[in-house]
């Protein structure tokens, strides 16, 4: 499967708890891009990354929340001390280039977290 | 006012029809339109692309683009009920700053047999 991969693809944990969600880019992707969608709302940008560094974390909200994307590996969502209000589908998308070349972005199928 | 605004419908056409689906937003340096599709529960999938004033034809879907206007739109020719899903306008940044979307709510379709 040379599309977008993200896993898991559903994720239940309790309020306190860590969540971790991977992405790994299409093949020949070097861009990643961090999305949530809340329940009834639109897609909001979250991060977008490339090998080892973070590039625009504007919609990232200020604690709890950090991405990462090493030199080897997937990259890494992660929400430490869940609340119930972290409940959202969270979807990772790739681009050949970043913002130079405005690329069309590939989503993968998403994470659908839920907090208990 | 909201960055990209959609009507968020839902639009309904019968089935073989053209549906329009219409975007507006607010960065006169947006340089990059795309026109996603999301069936209910499923992630968005790309269906256009556009970067320039003018027409774009890609089978059924033609996405239109007025800069002036700040305004994109998708027609879609002999809609069939498959057709029926959310449909996410959005917008790139300026040149160089950046690669992040900025999405609408988007529009809601229902083609009816």
């Known amino acids: 499967n040379a599309g977008v991969m993200q896993n898991p693809r559903h994720l239940v944990r309790r309020r306190g708890q860590e969540a971790r969600l991977r992405c790994s880019p299409m093949k020949g992707h070097s861009h990643v891009y961090w999305y949530r969608q809340l329940p009834e709302e639109g897609l909001k940008f979250m991060v977008y990354?490339?090998?080892?560094?973070?590039?625009?974390e504007s919609g990232m909200p200020k604690e709890r929340f950090s991405a990462e994307f090493p030199k080897e590996g997937p990259s890494i969502l992660r929400i430490q001390q869940v609340v119930r209000g972290d409940s959202a589908a969270y979807f990772c998308a790739s681009s050949p280039q970043g913002g130079y070349g405005n690329q069309p972005q590939h989503f993968g199928d998403g994470t659908r977290l839920s907090i208990l | 006012q909201k960055e990209v605004e959609q009507n968020s419908g839902p639009l309904s056409v019968p089935e073989g029809a053209i549906a329009s689906l219409n975007c507006t937003y607010s960065?006169?340096?947006?340089?990059?339109f795309f026109w996603y599709r999301q069936y209910s529960g499923k992630s968005p999938e790309l269906i256009m692309s556009?970067?320039?004033?003018g027409d774009k034809e890609d089978g059924r879907f033609t996405a239109q683009l007025n800069k002036a206007s700040q305004y994109v739109s998708l027609l879609i020719r002999d809609s069939q009920p498959s057709d029926s899903a959310t449909y996410l306008c959005a917008v790139g940044p300026p040149y160089n700053q950046g690669g992040k979307l900025i999405f609408g709510q988007g529009t809601e379709l229902s083609v009816k047999p």
């Open positions: 990354l490339q090998k080892e560094n973070i590039i625009d």
């Open positions: 556009i970067y320039s004033n």
């Open positions: 960065d006169r340096g947006s340089q990059s």
